[in-house]
């Protein structure tokens, strides 16, 4: 039912175990998400994916694919993956060049992988069709991800055609949101869900440090202000990939 309204050009409100996402397949349901939520243009759409999705669509060298599946199959976490993306991708193609303008920062495109049960299938249904299922939070801006319905904005609730409503969601504490990363800069974007997990897996299997989550009393949405940092592996710079081995300990 949820997929056949959005592939008629409906919008949705979903669960995920991150907190309630604000869906939309049509450029123009979009639009009427980024105007209702008052998004400033610096702000983007993610993609609603999955682990195959990311794995067809996104551009990343071995290593760093194979610390996203260790993050988001292995320990069956959620993680909002951003790495550059094949542009001839079939569902890149469907996308309007206004509309993906909308989700590319510096060439790159942001995707939740393992968002939750609904998320998944919802994500393989449009990838089966090749259209392209994009979404942020539902909720104004600046105003913080909800992990209940009833929390949820009557602005943002009046926009959507159908809403699922599964109760509180799984990781609503201490933040909602996934955790966002960009792969290939190695830069933590967002502090998110499940952050302390991430952290310790990326330290424990990869010898990746990232920095420790300042807390919501410092970043209360977990959004970066400074992005410049990037990960350390043992004390050196990402960027050059310092170590000839696998990682160390990798299931």
């Known amino acids: 039912m949820v997929f056949e309204v959005l592939k008629k050009g409906g919008i949705a409100i979903i669960p995920a175990d991150v907190g309630y996402g604000i869906v939309a ?8 998400i980024f105007l209702t939520k008052q998004r400033q243009p610096n702000k983007r759409h993610a993609m609603i994916g999955s682990y195959a999705l990311h794995c067809a669509l996104h551009v990343l060298s071995p290593t760093e694919r194979s610390m ?3 993050l988001s199959v292995d320990l069956d976490v959620p993680i909002g993956v951003v790495a550059p ?6 569902i890149i193609r469907k996308i309007p060049a206004e509309t993906l303008a909308q989700c590319v920062v510096a060439g790159t495109i942001a995707m939740l992988v393992n968002g939750g049960a609904l998320q998944e299938e919802l994500s393989r249904l449009a990838t089966t069709e090749e259209l392209p299922l994009m979404g942020s939070s539902a909720n104004m801006t600046g105003k913080g ?3 209940e319905v009833e929390s949820i904005e009557p602005e943002i609730l009046s926009v959507a055609d159908i809403i699922i409503d599964y109760g509180k969601q799984k ?7 996934s955790t966002m990363i960009n792969f290939t800069t190695c830069t933590v974007l967002r502090y998110g869900a499940c952050y302390d997990v991430l952290q310790d897996a990326l330290w424990r299997f990869y010898g990746v440090r990232i920095p420790d989550d300042p807390g919501k009393s410092v970043l209360p949405s977990g959004h970066r202000v400074d992005k410049t940092d990037t990960f350390n592996y043992h004390g050196s710079s990402a960027l050059g990939y310092p ?4 990682p160390r300990g990798r299931p």
């Open 25 to 32: 397949i049509d450029p123009e349901a979009l639009t009427r």
């Open 68 to 70: 996203v599946k260790l």
């Open 85 to 90: 993306y094949q542009s001839d991708h079939p």
């Open 145 to 147: 991800t909800k992990s």
């Open 171 to 177: 990781f609503h504490h201490p933040r909602l949101s």
């Open 243 to 246: 170590f000839s081995s696998s």
